[in-house]
């Protein structure tokens, strides 16, 4: 099975820096699951990405400049989990098509951060698993799935556990795109999964037991789109 990782910078940077233990478990889990599957990871800014864009902002430079600063920190965190795969890992952070093509071609774990302005690394993920081709898109972030409104706002914030591509872009496609936060995931990644149509797991990514349990089609916590 070809599947794609999308994990989020809100779980493998939360607090400033990487988080050196979830990247060891994330790791091992991923090499593992390397032995059956085909595997390419995507990964977000996490907080220090974000401080970093919220600070430069009062500089008011432009959002395509933002966008790159957030690219640049995206790929500092995809070394990380290049540096703790090791050998499994293609060895550099991919950047663009050709070098996914020729990471997929390597046999190994490929890995990327953002790839170009405007886009988030949702959207990212779901053109690789077009690309790719891919089975399964797992979308791993710091919630347990996708919410009818956002949980860290509001306790009576209600879990669905199956929504349809076209409800998740009906959710975001009126939010003018910015550098740094969002919601369920950008425009351009819902769009391409209204078009692609390839079965989506959003899940907290931090919990690899139920990750487990959501490649084997077993019960778990998350959502399900498509």
Do not use: W
Request: proline share 4%.
């Amino acid at each position: 099975m070809r599947i794609v990782f999308g994990i989020g910078g809100s779980i493998i940077c939360p607090r400033g820096l990487p988080d050196v233990l979830y990247l060891k478990r994330l790791s091992r889990f991923m090499v593992k699951l390397r032995q059956k599957h085909e595997i390419i990871i995507i990964i977000g800014g996490g907080k220090m990405t974000k401080d970093y864009i919220k600070t430069t902002r009062k500089l008011k430079p432009s959002e395509n400049l933002l966008d790159q600063m957030g690219i640049l920190g995206t790929r500092m965190n995809a070394l990380t989990l290049v540096a703790a795969l090791g050998k499994h890992a293609y060895p550099k952070v991919v950047e663009n098509k050709e070098e996914l093509e020729h990471g997929i071609a390597s046999k190994r774990i490929v890995v990327l951060g953002g790839t170009v302005p405007g886009q988030t690394t949702d959207a990212v993920a779901v053109a690789a698993a077009k690309f790719f081709r891919a089975d399964l898109l797992i979308i791993g972030t710091n919630v347990k799935g996708v919410y009818d409104k956002d949980p860290h706002k509001y306790r009576n914030a209600n879990m669905l556990p199956k929504i349809s591509p076209k409800e998740v872009y009906r959710m975001v496609r009126a939010k003018k795109h910015m550098a740094g936060p969002i919601g369920v995931m950008d425009q351009v990644a819902a769009k391409l999964l209204v078009d692609t149509r390839i079965k989506t797991v959003f899940l907290d990514g931090r919990k690899l037991d139920n990750m487990k349990n959501a490649l084997q089609g077993k019960k778990f916590t998350g959502t399900v789109i498509g």
